[in-house]
């Protein structure tokens, strides 16, 4: 399959060579002796042409979204246009630093305080932080100034009501924040079930955190009244906004009576994601929690920008610096890109794509949650067991038709899921393309359910342990 670059290694071989420091610049630099390498650093020795050939190489084993189609539900491995990593480029973003005087980095100030706005505006919400660095991250940010907010009224409560259909990340998020998670059981329809929901609020309720759309890719249609229910006993409504792109541009969360949120950059604004790269989870308030949001706040006196600490609420710092600011370039391009007047053409492509492919497909797998969705929907394919098929094989076999699995297994609530998120940036082409595949794979499961027993037959690897790798940590390849 390959070998390490330290492995291609051969002593001399040269890729690029540095001038040797002028005695200027020694003096300039001034770096002490003991701060000095001793000895060489021991790198690998290769040329510019196996670094190349090594990383090209790499990058067609792997699956990304530059090379097909990545329906993997509620995480939006949407297509990023490059515009926004020719923006995150430039040197005047990438050759700054966060210890720099605030007058001489103005611009990205400027570029961060923007951001937030549009993200206010996008949301309906009053004030935005950008510090927290992932989906989770903002959750968790959400919750400890919720928990703030509390606590300032006299007591931080218990509890944080969870519906079923509940990304992971949510209950996670509310017990590291030191409240308890409960959930909340869904009706028929796949959404929330009021009776429930009444039955569990009471004083010692801090939050009703959901998911909008939730993750069966349901809009709560019920969301204003749900609202109302959980400030009646002076609850507060959280909403993971990672399904953004749902709706960006349709209705603001604002204005369906939620306080806080968080945005996923990452996803719903276009940053390549899924490989452990950088992310953003900017969260955003309510006035009334503005004073709760991390610090350093961007604040503007006199037409300069500068960033302050003095908020003396806030809940703290939860990030170094200022959080992922190459990320935010990416968002803050993205948006300017698509400006006002045709953000809102997200949401509908998103909707539509995904709806044409559960029509389509809901003639071949089951669709427990048979109503119009929004972004994404969820397939059963439980109907398989009597072949002996199991969703896993499903999902492995579309590999081999150089397809990526959707999200299985998830949400909890369907068994055998399939939780497949088209995501706006294809064509009709692909979608088709994938719903010939997905019947191919049907009849392949009632007619050789080996095949998939045995798939991927194609793939640079075969089918994998899953829990080996986390199990049996191992960073070096051998054959
Ligand atoms: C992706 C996602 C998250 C978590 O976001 P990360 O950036 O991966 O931490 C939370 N909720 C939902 C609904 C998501 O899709």
């Given at each position: 399959?390959?070998?390490?670059i330290?492995?291609?290694?051969?002593?001399?071989?040269?890729?690029?060579t540095l001038?040797a420091?002028?005695?200027r610049?020694?003096?300039?630099?001034n770096i002490?002796?003991k701060l000095?390498?001793s000895?060489?650093?021991?790198?690998p020795?290769?040329?510019?042409?196996?670094?190349i050939?090594?990383?090209?190489?790499?990058?067609?084993?792997?699956?990304?979204i530059?090379?097909?189609f990545y329906?993997l539900?509620?995480?939006t491995?949407k297509?990023?246009?490059k515009?926004?990593?020719?923006?995150a480029?430039?040197?005047g973003?990438?050759?700054i630093?966060?210890?720099?005087?605030e007058k001489?980095?103005?611009?990205?100030?400027r570029l961060?305080?923007e951001?937030?706005?549009?993200?206010?505006?996008i949301s309906?919400?009053?004030a935005?932080?950008?510090?927290?660095?992932?989906?989770a991250?903002?959750?968790?940010?959400?919750?400890?100034?919720?928990?703030k907010y509390?606590?300032?009224?006299?007591?931080p409560?218990?509890?944080?009501?969870?519906?079923?259909?509940?990304?992971g990340?949510n209950?996670a998020?509310v017990?590291l924040?030191?409240?308890?998670a409960?959930?909340i059981?869904?009706?028929?329809k796949g959404?929330?079930?009021?009776e429930e929901?009444?039955?569990?609020?009471n004083?010692?309720?801090?939050?009703?955190m959901?998911?909008n759309?939730?993750?069966?890719g349901?809009?709560e249609v019920?969301?204003m009244?749900?609202?109302d229910?959980v400030?009646s006993?002076?609850?507060?409504m959280?909403?993971?906004?990672a399904?953004?792109?749902a709706f960006?541009g349709?209705?603001?969360?604002?204005d369906?009576?939620f306080d806080v949120?968080?945005?996923n950059?990452h996803?719903?604004?276009?940053t390549p994601h899924?490989g452990?790269?950088?992310?953003s989870?900017?969260?955003g308030?309510k006035?009334f929690l503005?004073p709760y949001?991390?610090?350093?706040?961007?604040?503007?006196?006199n037409?300069?920008l500068?960033?302050?600490y003095?908020?003396?609420h806030?809940i703290?710092k939860?990030?170094?610096?200022?959080?992922n600011?190459?990320?935010?370039?990416?968002?803050?391009t993205y948006?300017?890109?698509?400006?006002?007047e045709h953000i809102?053409?997200?949401?509908e492509?998103?909707v539509i794509?995904?709806n044409?492919?559960?029509v389509?497909?809901q003639e071949?797998y089951?669709l427990?949650?048979?109503s119009i969705?929004?972004?994404?929907?969820?397939?059963s394919?439980?109907?398989?067991?009597?072949?002996g098929?199991?969703?896993?094989d499903v999902?492995?076999?579309?590999?081999d038709?150089?397809?990526?699995a959707?999200?299985?297994y998830?949400?909890?609530?369907?068994?055998?899921?399939l939780?497949?998120?088209?995501?706006e940036?294809?064509?009709k082409?692909?979608?088709?393309?994938?719903?010939?595949?997905?019947t191919?794979i049907?009849e392949?499961?009632?007619n050789?359910p080996?095949?998939?027993h045995?798939?991927p037959h194609n793939?640079?690897?075969r089918r994998?342990?899953?829990?080996?790798a986390?199990k049996q940590l191992?960073?070096?390849?051998s054959k």
């Open positions: 399959m390959g070998k390490l330290f492995e291609k290694s051969k002593s001399g071989r040269i890729g690029y001038p420091l002028s005695q610049e020694k003096v300039t630099l002490p002796e000095l390498r000895k060489e650093p021991e790198l020795e290769v040329s510019e042409v196996d670094v050939r090594h990383f090209i190489h790499l990058s067609t084993l792997n699956y990304h530059d090379k097909g329906p539900g509620s995480c491995m297509y990023n246009p515009v926004n990593d020719y923006a480029s430039l040197p973003f990438t050759d630093h966060p210890l720099q005087p001489t980095v103005q611009g990205a100030l961060m305080k951001l937030e706005e549009y993200l206010a505006e309906g919400m009053d935005v932080s950008l510090q927290p660095a992932a989906g991250h903002g959750e968790f940010t959400g919750i400890k100034i919720i928990r509390h606590e300032t009224q006299g007591n409560r218990k509890y944080v009501l969870i519906p079923d259909s509940a990304h990340t209950p998020s017990t924040s030191g409240y308890i409960k959930t059981k869904s009706n028929e959404l929330i079930n009021l929901l009444e039955a569990n609020l004083e010692e309720v801090a939050a009703f959901i998911t759309p939730n993750t069966l349901l809009f019920e969301i009244k749900i609202a229910m400030h006993v002076g609850a507060l959280y909403l993971d906004g399904n953004m792109n960006i349709q209705i603001r969360p604002g369906t009576g949120m968080h945005f950059l996803k719903t604004f276009s899924g452990g790269g950088p992310g989870g900017p969260v308030v006035k503005e949001l991390p610090i350093p706040r961007i604040i503007e006196k037409g300069k500068a960033l302050s003095d908020f003396p806030s703290g939860i990030h170094s610096f200022y959080g600011f190459l990320v935010m370039i990416k968002a803050y948006i300017r890109m698509l400006g006002k809102r053409r997200v949401s492509d998103a794509n995904a044409y492919l559960r389509k497909l071949h089951d427990p949650y048979k969705c929004m972004h994404e929907f969820v397939l394919g439980k109907f398989l067991k009597k072949y098929v199991r969703t896993l999902a492995k076999r579309l590999l038709y150089g397809f990526h959707p999200t299985i998830f949400p909890l609530i369907v068994p055998e899921a939780m497949i998120e088209p995501t940036t294809e064509s082409e692909t979608l088709d393309a994938f719903v010939e595949a997905m191919k049907k392949e499961a009632i050789n080996d095949i998939l045995g798939a793939t640079p690897v994998l342990n899953e829990a080996l986390a191992k960073v070096k390849w």
